[in-house]
């Protein structure tokens, strides 16, 4: 069964469901470069109820796939809106080389304001120059 406070599992879960739709999702950082960008342009238009149901599992598939391929680890609390408590996903965050970053940034200001200069593939690049 799902446990969707749980990021790696809601990843996987994200994964399986989106290859039903032609998606790559991986956990390559290869998928972060092109499939994601892909997923957000073909996605554009969604509404408000799906907004909060994808925002969570695009936020788990990025912090998810940034700890399988740098040795991360997640920190903080990862509570989607299927949770009785509520809502706090964007309050978790990768450590990361004594950094942490937060998946949800960008996912979260592009859904909310349809649009974001430069692509996700740009976005992250530039992080994982911090990475490595």
């Known amino acids: 069964m799902l446990n969707s406070n749980n ?3 809601l ?8 290859k039903r739709f032609g998606y790559n999702f991986d956990f390559s950082i290869q ?3 092109t499939e994601l960008d892909r997923f957000l ?3 554009q238009n969604l509404s408000e109820f799906l907004q909060t ?11 998810e796939t940034i700890c399988r391929n740098y040795k991360a680890t997640w920190g903080g609390n990862f509570r989607t809106s299927l949770s009785v408590i509520g ?6 965050w990768i450590n990361i080389n004594a950094d942490k970053f937060w998946p949800s940034h960008f996912v979260e200001y592009y859904l909310k304001n349809g649009e ?9 690049s530039g992080k994982i120059l911090e990475f490595e």
Request: charged share 20%; hydrophobic share 35%; net charge negative.
């Open 41 to 43: 342009n073909e996605n």
């Open 7 to 9: 990021p790696s599992d």
């Open 31 to 33: 998928s972060l470069k």
């Open 87 to 92: 809502v706090n996903f964007y309050e978790s």
């Open 116 to 124: 974001v200069e430069g692509s996700f593939n740009e976005y992250i």
């Open 53 to 63: 149901i994808i925002e969570p599992m695009l936020t788990s598939y990025i912090g």
């Open 11 to 18: 990843a996987e879960y994200f994964s399986e469901i989106q």
